[in-house]
């Protein structure tokens, strides 16, 4: 049996495989668009609690490809080895993220090891070729072919090293895209190698790295680079992340990667990227992105290839792309007075979020939406935030319905903050601009929204009353029911099962 820690990502597919957390397709799939579509199906019949799929054969490649090993939260919390896995809800994994992110004591060094599983096999030169990899163009309006579960590391001769999650645009078999924007950490890594008046940035793009490290490549950290996401990581897994020096650049890269691009990346040079149809749900037009080019691919004996389709709610790309609130919670703790909790819902697609508060006095509600709205996570990314009361699960949209349409006089709680730069993939966005800086399409336009959502006091500004109560049960009556419920003799549908199979697959 499979215990913790996974040190790679073949040790967990076997433990989903134990646990009946991974689905086998045997039949022979002929396009990224036919995955895609059973992707699509298989989360519209079992929603955010979908098994992982391996795809054992994919037409014209030999390496197999799995989806969805990250897309489920009970999934996040057996790879930390969190109790109770299986019904580990956002909520739960929010609240481990954070702990750990919060206790620095608990980060690890990371562990520097002479050869690793990750150099089985080196090649250089026009033998560093992406065709043996199952890297396909997933949806017929996206640009090209995509690497969707990346790890990009570069290092910092001051800061170290920096590892990221960002989309890969594979051009043709040894030259790619990264979308390196200034509200990236690499864009700023890029940004000073730029400064410095580098010509090349040597960066590494491992893909099938330890199962913790998917939590901390897409997370925001309190500090860019200095190895973060490895020590992080550490404090995840339980025990060092083990690194090893890529075979033709001075970067550090997860021993136990499936496959490792090394190459160089050009400050200067650009190139359209795009279309993907990204964790937003829409298909963005092209954007100008620094260009990649690869001269050293390592990769295991008999690699593994962990992707992820796009586009649906429940998937992969979604559920991962809401991993970089964890840090900007924390910022919440310490800047909102009266702070409880804050969740950003994947129906927001990112761009939303709602804030528990206690409110201690008039206005603090909307002093609360302004504070999120000012953070970097909310500034870069987010179109609108949310202030509620404590009374309201910030987790249960239906709450948070409730307390807009009972708890908001539009003219007096909504708050329209002007036009501003933001992170460029943003379907909302009125215009995208090219930073004349960088060439790189670095902004997208548009402007921010704040709800003061909270229950009124009387004497708040030109309110003459006060926000009545909710007509529920008394506490201590919902408590002594609950408690003799089965004396009632009042019974429950059965819990509604999921289905494991795609019968037409299997």
Excluded at 64 to 69: A, I, Q, T
Excluded at 148 to 165: A, F, R, S, V, Y
Excluded at 219 to 239: H, N, S, T
Aim: charged share 25%; hydrophobic share 40%.
């Amino acid at each position: 049996m499979i215990r913790l820690p996974y040190k790679d990502i073949r040790q967990f597919i076997s433990k989903l495989e134990d646990e009946g957390e991974l689905f086998r397709v045997k039949k022979e799939m002929v396009s990224g668009d036919e995955i895609s579509a059973v992707m699509w199906e298989f989360y519209e019949r079992t929603g955010i609690n979908s098994p992982a799929v391996m795809f054992e054969k994919v037409k014209g490649y030999d390496v197999p490809l799995v989806e969805g090993l990250f897309q489920s939260y009970a999934r996040w919390a057996l790879a930390m080895d969190m109790p109770n896995w299986r019904k580990a809800t956002i909520r739960e994994t929010q609240a481990h993220l954070m702990a750990k992110m919060e206790n620095t004591k608990e980060w690890k060094d990371p562990k520097i090891v002479s050869s690793a599983s990750c150099h089985e096999n080196v090649l250089q030169g026009e033998k560093a070729s992406l065709k043996k990899f199952p890297i396909l163009k997933w949806h017929h309006d996206e640009g090209g072919p995509y690497v969707m579960l990346t790890g990009w590391i570069n290092k910092d001769p001051e800061w170290g090293h920096n590892m990221g999650m960002y989309r890969c645009h594979v051009y043709d078999e040894r030259t790619t895209g990264v979308v390196a924007t200034e509200f990236q950490d690499i864009g700023m890594m890029i940004a000073r190698a730029r400064l410095r008046g580098e010509k090349e940035v040597e960066l590494a793009n491992a893909v099938g790295y330890p199962p913790v490290l998917h939590f901390c490549a897409p997370m925001k950290m309190p500090v860019i680079a200095r190895d973060a996401e490895f020590k992080y990581g550490g404090a995840l897994l339980g025990e060092p992340i083990e690194l090893v020096k890529a075979e033709t650049i001075d970067v550090k890269v997860p021993a136990t990667s499936e496959l490792v691009m090394e190459g160089k990346l050009s400050p200067t040079e650009t190139r359209d990227e795009g279309p993907l149809c990204e964790w937003m749900g829409y298909c963005e037009e092209k954007v100008k992105t620094p260009v990649f080019r690869i001269h050293c691919l390592t990769h295991r004996n008999n690699p593994v290839y962990p992707s992820a389709t796009t586009g649906h709610i429940y998937s992969e790309n979604s559920t991962l792309s809401v991993l970089p609130r964890v840090a900007w919670i924390s910022t919440l703790k310490r800047s909102v007075t009266g702070f409880r909790d804050a969740v950003v819902p994947l129906e927001g697609r990112l761009y939303g979020a709602v804030i528990q508060i206690k409110k201690r006095y008039p206005g603090w509600g909307k002093q609360a939406v302004l504070n999120a709205l000012s953070t970097g996570f909310g500034q870069a990314i987010l179109s609108w935030a949310i202030a509620v009361d404590e009374d309201i699960d910030i987790y249960n949209w239906n709450d948070v319905l409730t307390a807009l349409s009972t708890r908001v006089d539009p003219e007096l709680d909504v708050i329209i903050l002007p036009a501003v730069a933001n992170a460029p993939l943003a379907p909302q966005g009125r215009a995208r601009l090219i930073n004349p800086r960088t060439g790189f399409t670095d902004y997208a336009i548009f402007s921010k929204m704040g709800i003061d959502a909270t229950k009124k006091f009387a004497e708040e500004d030109r309110r003459q009353r006060p926000t009545p109560n909710f007509s529920t049960p008394s506490p201590e009556w919902r408590r002594k029911v609950k408690e003799m419920w089965s004396q009632y003799g009042l019974k429950l549908p059965e819990e509604h099962k999921r289905d494991y199979f795609l019968k037409i697959y299997k």
